[in-house]
T-cell receptor
Framework: AQKITQTQPGMFVQEKEAVTLDCTYD???????LFWYKQPSSGEMIFLIYQGSYDQQNATEGRYSLNFQKARKSANLVISASQLGDSAMYFCAMREAPSGGYQKVTFGTGTKLQVIP | SAVISQKPSRDICQRGTSLTIQCQVD?????MFWYRQQPGQSLTLIAT?????????ESGFVIDKFPISRPNLTFSTLTVSNMSPEDSSIYLC???????????FGQGTRLTVV
């Protein structure tokens, strides 16, 4: 079973509009972390935002916010006021820390976002 | 946040040869990881680099093919051995301090095997 599911292989958004990228996850661990990364065509992975499983409030970082719905196991990324430079692949990821302390980060399949002028 | 330097940034290698990728972090980190990203695909964890002990490999990856070293808390290497064209990928190093902190990535190494 997929640990991280991103159901949108590609998305288009008009410049200056907001866009939501979907992510659902599956884990039985009570403690976990959720991440979003941006990967432009250059290939580097750029960290955007982090949400801990025990965090009460949704994480925000500038134009990025994470809509965390724990009961539904979803962690959607919201980008406000889209810019042309936001065009890239976006990956949702989850870190689990099962007993024994071994941590593993699993990535979703990604969503390719294209911002239209 | 940690700054991670990875080199080489890209390389073209002959099949049957080996390439060692270096990952240097500007501060001591608890966890270091190596990932592979095949063309058009997501990231797949190869192994966790453990300081002072053997790396922990994920299913489908073996030490003979991907030997890893981690001599201290700021440095790790990944070797891709006996390369074939199927090894052509981006290889990424990642580091983090613990379960409640973000994980940062190096710039990646684009490997092409001909």
């Amino acid at each position: 079973a997929q640990k991280i599911t991103q159901t949108q292989p590609g998305m288009f958004v008009q410049e200056k509009e907001a866009v939501t990228l979907d992510c659902t996850y599956d884990t039985s661990d009570p403690s976990y972390g959720l991440f979003w990364y941006k990967q432009p065509s250059s290939g580097e992975m750029i960290f955007l935002i982090y949400q801990g499983s025990y965090d009460q409030q949704n994480a925000t970082e500038g134009r990025y916010s994470l809509n965390f719905q724990k009961a539904r196991k979803s962690a959607n990324l919201v980008i406000s006021a889209s810019q042309l430079g936001d065009s890239a692949m976006y990956f949702c990821a989850m870190r689990e820390a099962p007993s024994g302390g071994y941590q593993k980060v699993t990535f979703g399949t990604g969503t390719k976002l294209q911002v239209i002028p | 946040s940690a700054v991670i330097s990875q080199k080489p940034s890209r390389d073209i290698c002959q099949r049957g040869t080996s390439l060692t990728i270096q990952c240097q972090v500007d501060s001591q980190v608890t966890m270091m990881f190596w990932y592979r990203q095949q063309p058009g695909q997501s990231l797949t964890l190869i192994a966790t680099a453990n300081q002072g002990s053997e790396a922990t490999y994920e299913s489908g990856f073996v030490i003979d093919k991907f030997p890893i070293s981690r001599p201290n808390l700021t440095f790790s290497t990944l070797t891709v051995s006996n390369m074939s064209p199927e090894d052509s990928s981006i290889y990424l190093c990642s580091a983090g301090q613990g379960p409640d902190t973000e994980a940062f990535f190096g710039q990646g190494t684009r490997l092409t095997v001909v």
